[in-house]
């Protein structure tokens, strides 16, 4: 008859065996284990001599999952993927995938690792493209970061200028809605919430800050790319508006100081326009009327491709108003433009 052999205390590789258990029906020696996430199984003794050393867990609850196994999955984690997409990658529970990544000493908050939606979660790290500098722009209007996340509300009529953000991200983030109501009237507003610590750490540089409204300084941006930031920030916090008894189309801009001068600047090299901004208390506004108006209209929107479709609406009037000729009025005259 064999010698006993007790195998209590010893380690096969994530098993730590407790006790012995009764045989199995064909007589063979069974033992109590615990693996490492505290899961209590029964497993016979050559089950046991029979998980290899580097494989982190033998219990049939986790899965055997090997050491070249473990590796693919850190390196999975690591790349960005949360564990759900990891674990779907590497048939391996989401919890499992888990707990190899932060063995490995990869680790995420667990609301990086449980992420619901997708997101280019770094977008914003580097501002080169049109779009980027449109968003940015808009975002520095009427978004907000907070903890986080990423907030962009807008009345429940623009709710087609939140799928082109969604899209600009690639987000599956869901549009919510909420109603208030103000003076007898129902106000509706849609809304998206992006959770991204890595989209509000690449904004934080750009301005993008928490309680940002009468602080924000626009960012510096390549020449060719700040007529898009500018065309963001018109859309989010600027008006475009058509004086009925005068007809005279006009444009403006509201928001801090520095924004506000920085637009005039800005303005004046496209348009030649001398219009400064004006404070009205914390509150600075730029406006231009008439022919600058279309200018400056001319060299915002001109070619855009992205754009608050009712701002774009009157930007399409004012120019078909204004002679439809880029650079002429509705009487013939020549006005300076971008070209």
Not at 236 to 262: H, M
């Amino acid at each position: 008859m064999a010698a006993f052999e007790d195998l209590s205390g010893e380690r096969f590789g994530g098993l730590v065996v407790v006790k012995r258990a009764e045989n199995n029906r064909h007589g063979q020696a069974q033992w109590h284990c615990r693996c490492e996430r505290g899961h209590d199984v029964v497993v016979a003794a050559q089950g046991l001599k029979q998980i290899r050393a580097d494989e982190l867990f033998g219990c049939k609850v986790c899965r055997y999952v090997s050491a070249r196994e473990s590796a693919a999955i850190v390196a999975d984690y690591a790349a960005g993927l949360t564990c759900q997409e990891v674990a779907a990658r590497r048939g391996v529970s989401p919890t499992t995938a888990m707990d190899i990544a932060r063995r490995a000493g990869v680790g995420r908050s667990s609301g990086v690792a449980h992420r619901r939606y997708a997101c280019d979660h770094h977008y914003f790290d580097t501002i080169d493209t049109e779009a980027k500098a449109y968003w940015l722009g808009f975002l520095a209007a009427d978004g907000c970061v907070t903890g986080g996340k990423v907030c962009l509300g807008l009345k429940d009529s623009d709710r087609g200028h939140l799928e082109k953000w969604r899209a600009a991200l690639g987000a599956t983030h869901p549009i919510g809605q909420s109603t208030k109501e103000m003076d007898g009237r129902i106000f509706g507003t849609v809304y998206v919430y992006i959770a991204s610590p890595e989209l509000a750490r690449a904004l934080a540089p750009l301005g993008i800050v928490p309680r940002k409204s009468l602080t924000y300084t626009p960012p510096t941006l390549r020449p060719d790319l700040m007529r898009h930031f500018w065309r963001g920030m018109v859309d989010g916090d600027g008006c475009i508006s058509l004086s009925r008894p005068s007809g005279r189309w006009s444009a403006e801009l509201c928001g801090s100081r520095d924004v506000v001068e920085g637009f005039a600047c800005w303005a004046a090299t496209v348009t030649g326009t001398s219009a400064r901004a004006h404070a009205r208390r914390s509150i600075f506004k730029f406006r231009v009327a008439d022919l600058k108006a279309v200018a400056l209209l001319h060299a915002l929107y001109d070619g855009a491709t992205v754009y608050l479709d009712r701002k774009y609406a009157l930007y399409l009037r004012a120019v078909a108003q204004n002679g439809g000729a880029k650079g002429h009025d509705r009487w013939g005259n020549p006005h300076p433009l971008v070209a």
